[in-house]
């Protein structure tokens, strides 16, 4: 079946330094969105993706949505600790479905 | 605007028991999903409607586990008997459906269950 695979699966960082996660997918996607959860909290919709190759910002976030659409990563620049919590991935598991198929997600601790 | 609400948020249970857990989308939203989140499996799809109906229910893990939507505003996911197993935080999540998969999904704040 189609599977949504991340790495890393955690990442600690101190503050100030850079943070990428990459998804990836093993088929094709019609678009990709991005959740962060916050330890003990819900995902949150983030951002998603449409076109092939496309980036999307959000402040120190940079978002991409590789060429062939079967992957995706996010890079958060100058991490703080509010960035702290895991962060997945979602395609959709086919096209015309509102079924998301999340990634294994990463978790980032960031260290002040 | 109010968010999706589930309830109860906590819930501890012995085995055997029947256990249900009840969720309220956004008004507005006709797309509705449950699901399960663990260490070990992380989060999984057990079931989502549309206009009430249920569309896909493979991730429902085996009969123990149903779910209805008798109305726009009102789900419910219910375990019979719970098995320790079972323990893991439930997640019901809404969206707008426009009949593609564009739509973000809102998630409720979690139902942690735990199964003794």
């Known amino acids: 079946g189609q599977q949504v695979m991340q790495i890393p699966q955690y990442q600690h960082v101190q503050e100030g330094e850079d943070f990428t996660t990459y998804c990836n997918s093993s088929?094709?996607?019609?678009?990709i969105q991005w959740y962060k959860q916050r330890p003990g909290g819900h995902p949150v919709f983030l951002i998603q993706l449409v076109k092939s190759g496309e980036v999307k910002k959000q402040k120190r976030l940079t978002f991409q949505f590789g060429e062939a659409k079967k992957n995706s990563s996010l890079h958060i620049t100058a991490t703080q600790t509010t960035d702290v919590g895991t962060y997945f991935c979602a395609g959709p598991l086919s096209y015309n479905t509102d079924k998301l198929i999340f990634g294994t997600g990463t978790r980032l601790q960031v260290f002040p | 605007d109010a968010g999706v609400i589930q309830s109860p948020r906590h819930e501890v249970t012995e085995m055997g028991q029947e256990v249900t857990l009840r969720c309220k989308p956004i008004?507005?939203?006709?797309?509705l999903f449950w699901y399960r989140q663990t260490m070990m499996r992380g989060l999984e799809l057990l079931i989502y409607f549309n206009n009430n109906v249920p569309i896909d229910d493979s991730g429902m893990p085996e009969d123990r586990f149903s779910a209805k939507m008798p109305n726009a505003s009102f789900s419910t996911l219910k375990i019979q008997p719970s098995e320790p197993r079972d323990s893991a935080v439930y997640f019901c999540?809404?969206?707008?459906?426009?009949?593609?998969?564009?739509?973000?999904?809102?998630f409720g704040p979690g139902t942690r269950l735990t199964v003794l």
């Open positions: 999540a809404s969206s707008r459906s426009s009949g593609v998969s564009y739509n973000e999904q809102f």
């Open positions: 008004s507005g939203h006709n797309s």
């Open positions: 088929t094709t996607l019609s678009n």
